[in-house]
C-alpha cells in the first residue's frame, strides 16, 4: 500500500513539475510575444482608420458608399487629404456623387486631389482653378514633343512667324499648366507616349487672346518644362541671323553729289542742260 501511495505520490509530482515547466514555457513564450509586439508598435507609430477604395476605379466613375471600406493605416505616413470620416466623404445633406479624377486601385487610400466636390463632374470644369480658362493649341509629332505632354504638365509656348522683315521664334507663354490633350483630362491617360492633336491648357483671358493671336498668325510650339515656377526669365526670340551668327554688314550712306541744272525750251520740249553749281 505504502509502494502504491509513493507511486502516486511521485506521479504527481511529475505531473506537477511538467505542468509548471509548461506554464513556464507559454509564459515566456507569451513574455517573447509581447516585447516584439511592443517593439513592432514602437517601429510603426500609431495606427489610424482612414478610407480606402474597395475595387479598382477610373477617371470618371462615381464614388458610392459600397466602393469604399475602411483600414488601418500607418499615421506617420499617411498621405495629405484623407478621409476618416464618413460624413465628410459623403456628406448627409448632399444627394449628388463624388467623381473620380483619377484612376485608383484596390485598398488606395482616397484623396481630396483624386476626387471632385459633391455633385462636381470630372471633367475640365472641375479642373479649372476660379478665374482661368481653357485654350485648346493645334499640334503634331514635332511640336506636342513627340506625344510625351500630359495633363499636370508645364510647357512653355513658342510661337514662329514673320514681325515684317524676318522670320523669328519668340517664346509668348512661360510654364502653363496642361490639363488635357485630345479628349482626354487629368488623370484619364493610361500611360505610353500618343501623338496628340490639341493640347488643352489652363490660362488667363489675356493669355486666351495672345494665344489664339499667335495660332492664326504663325506655328505653335511646345516645349516641356522640368520644374514650373523658375520666374521671369526676360525675353526669348531667335531669328535666323542670330541662330547661324551673321553679324548684318552696316550700310555707309554716301552722300549723292549735288548736280545742278537749267531748262531750255527748244520749241515745244523742254531740255535740262547741266551747269557748274555756284554754291
Not at 501511495?5 to 509581447?34: C, D, H, K, P, R
Not at 477617371?59 to 475602411?70: F, M, R, S, T
Not at 514673320?162 to 479628349?183: F, H, K, M, W
Not at 551673321?246 to 545742278?260: D, F, L, M, S
Request: charged content about 20%.
Amino acid at each position: 500500500m505504502r509502494m502504491i501511495f509513493g507511486l502516486v505520490l511521485l506521479a504527481g509530482m511529475a505531473l506537477a513539475g511538467f505542468a509548471v515547466y509548461m506554464a513556464q514555457g507559454y509564459i515566456n513564450q507569451t513574455e517573447s510575444a509581447l516585447v516584439e509586439e511592443r517593439a513592432f508598435r514602437k517601429k510603426v507609430g500609431e495606427l489610424v482608420e482612414v478610407y480606402v477604395v474597395s475595387k479598382p476605379l477610373k477617371y470618371g466613375d462615381p464614388l458610392a458608399p459600397e466602393d469604399v471600406k475602411k483600414i488601418y493605416w500607418q499615421k506617420s505616413a499617411l498621405p495629405e487629404g484623407t478621409f476618416n470620416d464618413e460624413a465628410i466623404l459623403f456628406p448627409p445633406n448632399e444627394e449628388r456623387p463624388r467623381y473620380v479624377l483619377r484612376p485608383m486601385e484596390t485598398h488606395e487610400p482616397i484623396l481630396a486631389v483624386k476626387i471632385t466636390e459633391p455633385g462636381q463632374p470630372a471633367g475640365l470644369t472641375g479642373a479649372l482653378d476660379p478665374g482661368m480658362r481653357a485654350f485648346a493649341i493645334k499640334v503634331d509629332a514635332t511640336s506636342g514633343v513627340s506625344g510625351f505632354v500630359y495633363p499636370g504638365n508645364y510647357v512653355d509656348v513658342y510661337w514662329t512667324g514673320s514681325d515684317g522683315s524676318r522670320e523669328i521664334t519668340r517664346l509668348i507663354e512661360s510654364s502653363v499648366n496642361v490639363i488635357a490633350i485630345d479628349q482626354s483630362a487629368a488623370g484619364a491617360t493610361t500611360g505610353g507616349a500618343v501623338v496628340a492633336q490639341t493640347v488643352t491648357v489652363q490660362v488667363s483671358q489675356e493669355q486666351v487672346a495672345r494665344l489664339a493671336q499667335a495660332q492664326a498668325t504663325g506655328r505653335l510650339a511646345l516645349s516641356l518644362v522640368g520644374s514650373p515656377g523658375e520666374g521671369d526669365i526676360g525675353k526669348v526670340e531667335v531669328d535666323s541671323a542670330s541662330l547661324l551668327g551673321i553679324t548684318p554688314e552696316e550700310v555707309v550712306e554716301v552722300e549723292a553729289e549735288k548736280v545742278c541744272t537749267i531748262r531750255n525750251r527748244k520749241g515745244g520740249e523742254v531740255v535740262e542742260i547741266p551747269i557748274p553749281c555756284t554754291n
